[in-house]
């Protein structure tokens, strides 16, 4: 059965301090690897697709890296404009293009 | 990416009403829209899969009687949830697959308030 974990649940960082969230996972025949930002009372806000082990992506301070069981996304010297729910799911071969979602990772960054 | 609408954005209903709500695809024509719920503090749940001129696809545990999907044309997808009960108070969120990247695009959400 496909299965996505994100972990920390909850990140706190004050302004400027970088880290990362984590995105574990298994799937049948990975099609890709997706993150989402949301913030409260919208909906995800699509970020970055991975496709393959060794591939990253980066946008502003967001960098996302991706290997066969794993996913994270780098944040570099966050703003308070960042804190946000961070969502990874993942589409598998065996799914007919549905995304399985992680449970999420909010971020909250301090000035 | 694609642009994703979705109405209303709020909506309260008293237990037993039945509520529409509908989900465009702005920007391209969409064979396959999807429909989530979310319930606070908690992440996306997939209902079902909407496909344009057929039949929906429901997730396992997903009532089909009970939230009918319509997908009449290439741009418009509504979920109707009937008798509503204030457990299907949640965040109903659709997204469209352009089809080529295999990733989704998300409308902006609905909240549904059963009282």
């Known amino acids: 059965e496909d299965q996505v974990t994100q972990s920390p649940e909850a990140l706190r960082l004050q302004e400027g301090e970088s880290s990362s969230l984590n995105c574990s996972y298994t799937?049948?025949?990975?099609?890709?690897l997706f993150w989402y930002r949301q913030d409260p009372g919208k909906g995800p806000e699509f970020l970055f697709t991975l496709y393959s082990a060794g591939e990253e992506k980066e946008k502003e301070r967001l960098k996302a890296t991706l290997t066969k069981k794993e996913s994270f996304l780098h944040i570099t010297a966050p703003k308070p404009e960042d804190s946000a729910t961070y969502l990874c799911a993942v589409s598998g071969s065996s799914n007919t293009g549905k995304l399985i979602f992680g449970q999420g990772t909010t971020l909250q960054v301090k000035p | 990416g694609a642009v994703v609408s979705q109405h209303p954005s709020r909506v309260i209903c008293k237990s037993g009403t039945s509520v529409k709500i509908e989900c465009r695809s702005l920007?391209?024509?969409?064979?396959?829209m999807f429909w989530y719920r979310q319930f606070p503090k908690q992440s996306l749940m997939l209902m079902a899969t909407?496909?344009?001129?057929?039949?929906?696809?429901?997730e396992q545990g997903v009532e089909k009687d009970k939230f009918l999907i319509n997908h009449a044309s290439l741009t418009l997808s509504t979920l109707t949830v009937t008798s509503a009960h204030p457990e299907d108070s949640s965040f109903y969120i659709c997204?469209?697959?352009?089809?080529?990247?295999?990733?989704?695009?998300f409308g902006p959400g609905t909240r549904l308030t059963v009282t």
């Open positions: 799937v049948s025949g990975l099609r890709g």
């Open positions: 920007d391209f024509q969409a064979t396959t």
């Open positions: 997204s469209v697959d352009p089809g080529q990247w295999h990733e989704q695009y």
């Open positions: 909407s496909n344009e001129g057929s039949k929906a696809t429901y």
